[in-house]
């Protein structure tokens, strides 16, 4: 049920990934202090983690309610969501459209967008954004369509609206998102409400490099940052390298999501463009779920899956992201809202360490985002998602749900569960007895 944010200012008894157990204080929104927990030999009380308000020493002169046990629990940064699409989120129960590839996607989502409502877009945002926000994530990008028709900023004005309803709780990144039928005009009328960045699919166009450039041209005639859908395909047409070499000088924030034919080329083609990626500084956004979703359709035998080159652009240095993208539309019909789903998919999918999936979802979400850096480092912003487990690997492989999440040094959700199992070889009768 619904809580007033409290402010912290002492997590108690935290297990680190690296399995020391600290205490971290905090000053307002950053991290101050950061040191071995006073009783870090002490067993943990596993009730006592269910009580926010419980300090381990009563007598420590703290204010109790500012104190946060986290006893049994890992203590990770809160995970960033950098490629959202709130505007579509929750919509497939209603479209029911068939399952498939990425052009069925875009067929059945346009149809469905002709009836949509500002409201009826703000209600499924919101309630796609505060799932999030209950497992853990504090910062969210999202791509809203530029619409066509006489309503095109319908999706721009409810997300604008839900940012305003929910700021202190989360931060919200918009990015409009403009196919190539969009015109200019429409673009820039959305970044007049309020929406951050320009975003596209110039690899869908019939002309992609046109769109490309038209669509980085309104971005550097207003001074704001681009996130682009880039080569969302097993094969066609790979936009990556222009981009990079367009933006090359650029001072604002770039990234660019998907890039599927990035691992799908040739190695030489491979690390050309991972070069050019570099060199330009793009931070690259993978999107695991969505993409495994849509991508191989029309290969039936030998299904090649995707996924962008996430070890390559690792190795090579690049800042790498990754976000669920999709959640339950015609894009991806499932998804838990859980950075945790995501990084699970980076380790079995992407080969990556279970350390290097969780930094996808975490730190190098925030980096591509443009976000100041967080956690449990010292001088670094309080952003923390505690979940109750004994490591890393523990809780990427159980995804518990008690959870505590703190947005800039505030509790702002958390979550219990209980479980009852049945104890072997007792019948009712000897239960009774």
Not at 352 to 362: G, H, M, N, Q
Request: charged share 20%.
């Amino acid at each position: 049920m619904p809580f007033l944010p409290r402010r912290l200012t002492l997590l108690q008894n935290a297990t680190l990934p690296d399995g020391s157990v600290v205490d971290v204080t905090i000053d307002g929104e950053t991290v101050t202090r950061i040191e071995a927990a006073r009783a870090a030999g002490v067993p943990a009380d596993p009730g006592a983690a269910l009580d926010p308000g419980a300090a381990l020493d009563p007598g420590a002169a703290l204010d109790p309610g500012a104190v946060l046990d986290l006893s049994g629990h890992v203590l990770l940064t809160a995970p960033a969501e950098p490629h959202a699409h709130l505007d579509k989120a929750l919509s497939w129960e209603a479209i029911r459209p068939p399952m498939g590839d990425l052009v069925s996607a875009i067929t059945a989502w346009r149809e469905y967008a002709r009836t949509m409502t500002v409201d009826d877009i703000a209600d499924r945002a919101r309630e796609q954004l505060l799932r999030m926000l209950g497992q853990g994530t504090t910062a969210v990008r999202t791509h809203v369509d530029i619409l066509l028709g006489d309503q095109p900023l319908r999706g721009a004005q409810a997300l604008v609206q839900v940012r305003q309803e929910l700021a202190g709780l989360v931060d919200l990144e918009l990015v409009a998102l403009a196919g190539p039928d969009v015109p200019d005009s429409a673009v820039e009328a959305a970044l007049d409400l309020g929406v951050d960045l320009v975003g596209g699919s110039s690899h869908l166009a019939p002309d992609p490099s046109a769109d490309l450039q038209r669509l980085l041209a309104i971005a550097a005639r207003r001074g704001v940052g681009v996130d682009l859908h880039t080569d969302e395909s097993l094969a066609g047409a790979i936009t990556l390298g222009e981009f990079a070499e367009t933006v090359v000088d650029w001072t604002v924030t770039v990234s660019a999501g998907h890039c599927v034919r990035l691992g799908t080329v040739d190695a030489t083609t491979r690390d050309d463009l991972i070069a050019l990626v570099k060199a330009a500084d793009i931070g690259i956004i993978a999107n695991p779920i969505t993409n495994l979703y849509l991508q191989g359709w029309e290969h039936p035998v030998s299904t090649p899956r995707g996924l962008t080159a996430v070890r390559e652009l690792l190795d090579a240095g690049v800042r790498l992201g990754a976000g669920a993208d999709n959640v339950r539309d015609p894009f991806n019909p499932l998804g838990r809202s859980d950075a945790l789903e995501t990084a699970m998919l980076l380790v079995t999918a992407g080969h990556l360490t279970i350390d290097e999936a969780y930094a996808a979802v975490s730190d190098g979400a925030r980096s591509v985002m443009g976000l100041a850096p967080a956690g449990a480092v010292v001088g670094g912003r309080a952003e923390f998602l505690a979940v109750r487990g004994s490591s890393l690997a523990d809780v990427t492989a159980n995804a518990p749900a008690d959870r505590y999440v703190i947005h800039a040094g505030r509790l702002v959700a958390q979550s219990r569960t209980t479980s009852d199992i049945a104890a072997p070889h007792l019948t009712e009768s000897t239960v009774t007895a």
